[in-house]
């Protein structure tokens, strides 16, 4: 049997590439230089390649770091993920819970499911990401991520996936209150306004976009893109710009109070919001008992529509 690298070694090198130095590494992790330095020698001694090169601005991967470092994160990420499950299965240690998850359920139905959890489980350490599933994709291949909550994008394969409970949302264009606009019942005329759209380039919004600007985007519409719920509410109030979302999202009392549905005639395509997961990994014990809550009240939440 070959000579496998040891798992310090392994972390040592994800701490280099992490923070750009062995020395800047070796302190993070408590470790001498020197013995640091040994560590990542006698690692590229058992693979017979060298690993890292010194750069202008540090420690960079060489073509065989590159390949080397995703296999290393997967392993180490995969043997922290079988301690977790061992220990929540045995109940002697806290567990974990990272996901990811759209706009839609971080704004409404997660706060109050997560402080309900969290009650329910005082020792459990979660952690949420917010995103669109092309942002996140790879975090879910690598296993960063225990499982996704959010649109379905037909553009991304899924056979290495479950996915779970796909949810169908009514999707709207919404203004401001007193909107100059808030009445008008066809897209042509909200042609030339303004737009705040989420920064995806592929997926369920990149084809609304198209759905809305059929023959292109007109030179006098204003669009701009960001991911951020507080600067996008801020534009729509106090700027005039339009947005489009969920019907849902009207369930939400402070959006309801400073928005309402443009009345046009069209139909955008409905969006499909899934539970995703790893079929390689699984599921650990506390992962899959929070994505059951998740898909429960997900599934009650976008049945109530407006």
Request: hydrophobic share 40%; charged share 20%; proline share 5%.
């Amino acid at each position: 049997m070959k000579e496998l690298p040891k798992i310090n070694q392994l972390r040592n090198f994800q701490a280099i590439i992490r923070y750009g130095s062995i020395r800047t590494a070796s302190q993070a992790l408590f470790q001498t230089q020197p013995a640091m330095t040994r560590s990542i020698q006698e690692l590229e001694r058992i693979l017979g390649v060298t690993l890292l090169a010194r750069g202008p601005q540090g420690m960079v991967l060489t073509k065989m770091g590159r390949i080397f470092e995703p296999r290393v994160a997967m392993l180490l990420n995969d043997l922290e993920r079988a301690v977790d499950e061992l220990h929540q299965a045995s109940q002697i240690s806290q567990g974990s819970v990272v996901f990811g998850c759209s706009h839609l359920p971080a704004f409404s139905i997660m706060p109050a499911l997560i402080n309900k959890f969290q009650k329910e489980h005082p020792n459990a350490t979660i952690t949420i990401i917010e995103g669109q599933l092309s942002e996140l994709i790879t975090s879910l291949r690598l296993g960063r991520i225990d499982f996704y909550l959010g649109i379905a994008s037909p553009e991304i394969a899924m056979n290495e996936f479950f996915i779970e409970n796909a949810i169908k949302a009514e999707f709207c264009i919404m203004a401001r209150h007193g909107h100059p606009l808030a009445g008008s019942t066809t897209l042509i005329q909200l042609q030339g306004c303004k737009w705040y759209f989420p920064n995806s380039r592929t997926g369920y919004y990149k084809e609304l976009e198209k759905h809305i600007f059929p023959n292109g985007k007109p030179a006098d519409s204003r669009i701009i893109y960001g991911d951020s719920m507080t600067i996008g509410e801020q534009l729509v109030t106090n700027e005039d710009y339009l947005f489009i979302g969920p019907k849902a999202i009207l369930n939400v009392d402070h959006i309801k109070d400073i928005v309402s549905i443009v009345p046009i005639k069209e139909t955008l395509p409905d969006a499909e919001y899934t539970l995703i997961y790893k079929q390689q990994l699984g599921l650990t014990p506390l992962a899959k008992t929070l994505m059951d809550e998740i898909n429960a009240a997900c599934t009650a939440y976008l049945a109530r529509g407006v």
